[in-house]
């Protein structure tokens, strides 16, 4: 896994934003950021992107007060699975100074991580309230 680097994002955006389009796909992240405000973010450096080193698969983190938060990924999950996943979001939580891994997900991945030391925190429902 590499932290890329948001100064080159013209250089390795055409090869993330198609690992990550299916997470717009499949979940409801689309409702809530804009592919656009995405690249944005990207490139100015508040959310922070990775890839595997085959060019394969990709996360977005940002950094809280406490934690790393990962609240996106997608494509092919590498051939270590989520350890190396895991690891590298370890190695950026030490790198930022941060005592906590979040990773923001559906309730499989507990079956993921569960192993690796993770374990369910909360669980985010959203409901939309028509006025």
């Known amino acids: 896994m590499q932290l890329l680097n948001p100064a080159s994002a013209h250089l390795w955006l055409p090869i993330v934003e198609p690992l990550l389009h299916k997470t717009y796909e499949t979940t409801n992240v689309g409702n809530?950021?804009?592919?656009?405000?995405?690249?944005?973010?990207?490139?100015?450096?508040t959310n922070h992107c990775f890839l595997s080193d085959e060019c394969k698969y990709a996360g977005v983190f940002y950094t809280s007060e406490q934690s790393v938060r990962c609240w996106m990924l997608g494509g092919e999950e590498p051939d270590n699975g989520w350890s190396e996943v895991a690891s590298f979001?370890?190695?950026?939580?030490?790198?930022?100074?941060?005592?906590?891994?979040?990773?923001?997900g559906r309730l499989g991945w507990k079956r993921k991580l569960g192993h690796l030391g993770y374990e369910v925190d909360s669980l985010i429902l959203i409901k939309e309230v028509n006025e």
């Open 32 to 45: 809530f950021v804009d592919k656009e405000v995405l690249r944005e973010s990207l490139k100015e450096g």
């Open 89 to 104: 979001l370890e190695d950026m939580a030490k790198l930022f100074g941060k005592p906590y891994v979040q990773i923001e």
